[in-house]
């Protein structure tokens, strides 16, 4: 299989990952694909130019990292980092869509501020985003998912990853005022070596 995706993306992060605690990345080649680049392949499998995408052996390919990620639970047999049982499903889904969203937020601030010149940005929508983020932790922070000493589930990865982008891209300003989080990223990333293997500093 072939990965079309970005160091520094935390979906695709999250896409790789999961491969590993699954047992599956040794199985997939990841390319670095360019959103904005017109002639980059990763337009012909994903029609949407976002990534990640992954391209299967027989040429199709599935995006977005939430059906990539439920295709590497499937190949491994099913409830793994998705579960099986309702509630800890939907538990881990939400908890994934919260995460995503926070990544979502992040990434949008940061192309507000890469794509647009300085007189041209809108900073009404830049804190809108940061109001999404913002919310998020908070409502984290209160209520700290559990993590376990198994394989964590899709939710916790994204949470993970999300935090990391955060890192990544705002200097870790968020840590300032949630402590509890920086302890669980801290647990997670000693539990899950492939956290910081796949940690960009740039």
């Not at 990853?161 to 300003?173: E, I, K, V, W």
């Not at 300032?176 to 669980?184: A, F, M």
Request: hydrophobic content about 40%.
């Amino acid at each position: 299989m072939l990965l079309r995706s970005n160091p520094a993306s935390p979906f695709g992060r999250k896409v790789k990952i999961a491969a590993e605690l699954l047992g599956l990345l040794a199985r997939i080649t990841v390319v670095t694909a360019d959103t904005l680049d017109a002639n980059d392949p990763l337009r012909s499998d994903n029609p949407l130019g976002k990534i990640p995408a992954l391209v299967l052996e027989d040429g199709s390919s599935l995006y977005d990292s939430r059906v990539i990620v439920e295709y590497f639970d499937h190949l491994a047999g099913g409830d793994n980092v998705i579960p099986v049982e309702p509630n800890q499903r939907f538990t881990a889904l939400r908890l994934q869509a919260l995460s995503d969203g926070i990544s979502e937020a992040a990434l949008l601030i940061v192309y507000e501020s890469r794509y647009r010149d300085t007189d041209k940005r809108v900073e009404a929508w830049v804190e809108h985003q940061q109001g999404k983020i913002n919310r998020g932790l908070d409502a984290l922070e209160a209520n700290v998912p559990t993590l376990n000493t198994g394989i964590p589930n899709i939710g916790q990865i994204a949470l993970a990853c999300a935090l990391g982008y955060l890192d990544l891209r705002f200097n870790g300003m968020w840590r300032k005022s949630h402590p509890k989080l920086v302890e669980w990223l801290a647990v997670f990333s000693t539990q899950y070596p492939i956290f910081e293997k796949t940690r960009v500093s740039h």
